[in-house]
C-alpha cells in the first residue's frame, strides 16, 4: 500500500496555484474530477429519477405517431388531387411521377452543403438504388391503378398487401415477432381493407371495363408489394445522411426511368388549367413530405406496424372520395373505415401501454 502511494506523483504547489487560477478564469474548468469515483447515490435521488423517465413517449410510439400524422394524413390527399389531375387534363400516371420525382432534387442542395456524397456511399450504393427502384415502382402502380378504379379503392388494396407482405417478410428476414395485441391489430386492418375493397371486387363487369378495374386492382396490389420491400431494404442501410440519400436517389431513378418511359407507352399532356397545376403541385409537395415520415417512422417501429398504422390514408381517401371527388361511397366503406380506425387505435394503446410497462419495470 505504501508502495502504491509512492508511485503517484504529488502536485507541485505551483501547479495547484496555476489550476486554480485557469479554473476561476474560464467557466470550462468548472468540471468534476472523473478520475476520484462518485459519491454512491441516495436513495432520495431515486423517484426523481424515476419520475423523469415516466415522462416522453419512446422511439416506437414517436414512430407510430410520426407515420399517422405525416405520412398516412398527408398521403390520404395524393391520391384524389391525382385523380382530379387526370380527369381535368387526363395526366398520364408517369408524367405525374415526374412531377413529384422533381421535388426531390432539390434535395441535393443539402447532400453537398453537409459534404455528403449524393449517390450514398460505395457499399450501400446498390441497396440505396435498389430502395429508390422499388418506391418508383410501387409509386408507378399506385398512380395507374388510381386512373382506373375509385381512389379509395386503389389505396386500399395498396395498403392493405404492404401491410401483409411487411409482417410476412420481417417475421421471415428478420425473425420480428409481434404481440398478440399487434397481431389483432394487423388482422382489424386487414379485415377493414377487405370489407371496404370486398363488394367492388363482387360486382366486376365483363370485358374491356371489367379487365381494366381488375388490372388496376392488380397494380394497387403490386404497388403494395414493392413498398414493403423497400421499407425492408430501407432498414438495412446504416450510414449517415442515409435520409437525404435516399429521398433524392427516389427522384434521380425516378425521372430517369419515367421520362423515356413517357414518351414510348404514354402520350405527354400540357397541363393548361389552374386546376390542373395545383394538384400536380400538391402531390409533390404532400407525396415529399410522406415520404420523410415514412422512411423515419419504419426505423423506430415494426414495418408491418407503420403500414397498419398509414391505413389512415385509406380514410381520408374515402372522404375526398366523397366530399371532393363527389364519388360514391358506399355502406361497406364507412364500416371498413371504422374497423381501421379501430384497428389503429388497438396497435396505438398497445404500445403506449408496453412503454408505460417497461417505464414501471425500471
Known sequence: MAGALKGIR???PGEEEVQEEMAASHP????????????????ASLPSNHHHRCFGPSDATKGLFVALLGGGLSAGFVGPFSRMAYQTSHLPSLELLIFRCLFHLPIALLLKFRGDPLLGPPDVRV??????MLNVLSIGCAYSAVQVVPAGNAVTVRKGSSTVCSALLALCLESQGLSGYAWCGLFGSTLGLIIIVGPGLGTLQEGTTGLYTALGYVLAFL?????SLGLQVYRS????????????????????????????LQTPVVPRDPLSWSC?????????????CVSYAVTKAHPALVCAVLHSEVVVALM??????YESVAPSDIMGAG???GSIAVITAQNLSCEKEGQMEE
Open 320 to 325: 375526398l372520395q366523397y366530399y371532393v371527388l
Open 339 to 341: 374497423v381501421v380506425l
Open 280 to 292: 400536380v403541385v400538391a402531390v409533390g409537395l404532400l407525396a415529399l413530405v410522406s415520404f420523410v
Open 237 to 264: 442501410l446504416h450510414f449517415p445522411s442515409c435520409l437525404p440519400t435516399v429521398a433524392f436517389l427516389f427522384g434521380l431513378v425516378g425521372l430517369t426511368v419515367s421520362v423515356p418511359g413517357l414518351f414510348m
Open 10 to 12: 504529488q502536485p507541485d
Open 28 to 43: 470550462y474548468f468548472n468540471l468534476p474530477d472523473f478520475t476520484q469515483p462518485s459519491p454512491p447515490s441516495t436513495p
Open 127 to 132: 441497396r440505396a438504388f435498389l430502395h429508390a
Open 223 to 227: 404497388g403494395g408489394l414493392a413498398l
